[in-house]
């Protein structure tokens, strides 16, 4: 038997929210960097994970990843997740408390469940390894004990600023001796600009040699003999193909849309439909996401009926189903 913790762990680290019907939404939101002035340090961005109970409807997300990586039915998936949920209910009442690998716990408080995330949790992942930096100066002050002075010896105090004149003065002279020393110069073979246009040379045009056919020379021109078979075009692939495509269900009024890509808004949507030519493919606004479908069916199992297709599984190897 597989977990869907697996599951819901790998579609969180790829989506915003993963929904399991009968128990809840995991809903993960970015956080930016930010100063924590109590410690004073800058926090690098991360991912934060919650819990919302209420959400309860079926989007399809973990069904359909049970589905790829399980090579199960759309039936079998969703008994499975009844199967674990029911489990997770049952250890909640007992223990009054259950854990989802690194996703976090849950405990119970009467009816309600009360989720604490995980402080290595897996939506986090991408920004492993950032590390936090200080803002306070990391250099102290070093205290140099002063020596004590001997009476036999004269102290004449000098500035640091004369130190900083003579190297000044110093490199100033170096650059005049450097820029006074006379450099002797080889011209025999030095070549000086001229005013006098250049001489321009261009290949000689060769006219092309066309050898003329003689007046008297016969032309044989081959006739193909009418018994020869001529070549046959098999149509029977694009006739399937074309077939395969007219059956597919596409009605306003089913239930279940057979999805194959979810984009944040509908300029990209509309883009993405643009770039593939594909009239098939129609736009569905659910949740705040612009998802592209290219079939439906009054079921499930219906909407997923064109990916049973050798040429559809290979043109949408991804596409799962979700409810309008």
């Known amino acids: 038997m597989y977990s869907i913790t ?3 762990e790998y579609l969180i680290s790829r ?7 009968g128990w809840g939404a995991f809903i993960a939101q970015y956080q930016p960097a930010r100063i924590d002035a109590a410690s004073g340090l800058i926090v690098p961005p991360s991912r934060a994970i919650s819990f919302n109970q209420s959400v309860m ?3 399809g997300l973990l069904t359909s990843s049970i589905v790829r990586r399980e090579k199960v039915s759309h039936e079998a998936a969703l008994d499975a997740i009844k199967r674990e949920v029911s489990m997770l209910r049952l250890q909640l009442d007992t223990n009054g408390e259950v854990a989802m690998g690194r996703l976090g716990m849950f405990s119970k408080d009467n009816s309600n469940m009360l989720f604490t995330p995980s402080s290595d949790s897996i939506v986090s992942a991408q920004f492993m390894g950032l590390p936090s930096v200080s803002t306070r100066k990391a250099a102290e002050e070093t205290v140099v004990e002063e020596k004590p002075r001997r009476h036999d010896v004269i102290y004449v105090p000098v500035s640091r600023n004369i130190f900083k004149v003579a190297a000044s003065l110093i490199l100033l002279i170096g650059l005049g001796i450097t820029l006074s020393t006379p450099v002797l110069v080889d011209d025999t073979n030095t070549d000086f600009a001229s005013i006098s246009a ?3 040379t261009a290949p000689v ?3 092309p040699i066309v050898a003329e056919p003689a007046h008297d020379a016969e032309l044989f021109i081959a006739i193909p003999d009418a018994s020869i078979a ?3 075009v098999d149509t029977t692939t694009v006739v399937t193909e074309q077939l395969a495509i007219n059956s597919i269900r596409c009605n306003d009024t089913d239930s279940y849309c057979l999805i194959v890509a979810s984009l944040a808004s509908r300029e990209l949507a509309e883009e993405y439909i643009a770039e593939r030519g594909d009239a098939s493919m129609h736009i569905l606004e659910c ?3 612009y998802r592209i479908y290219v079939a439906t069916g009054a079921t499930a199992s219906q909407a997923m009926a064109p990916t049973r297709d050798t040429s559809f599984a290979s043109r949408y190897p991804a596409a799962w189903v979700c409810r309008r």
């Open 15 to 21: 989506h915003d929210c993963v929904v399991v019907p």
């Open 198 to 200: 250049p001489k321009v």
């Open 6 to 8: 697996r599951h819901i």
């Open 57 to 59: 409807h079926n989007d």
């Open 205 to 207: 045009k060769v006219s």
């Open 230 to 232: 001529t070549a046959t």
């Open 287 to 289: 949740n705040g996401k």
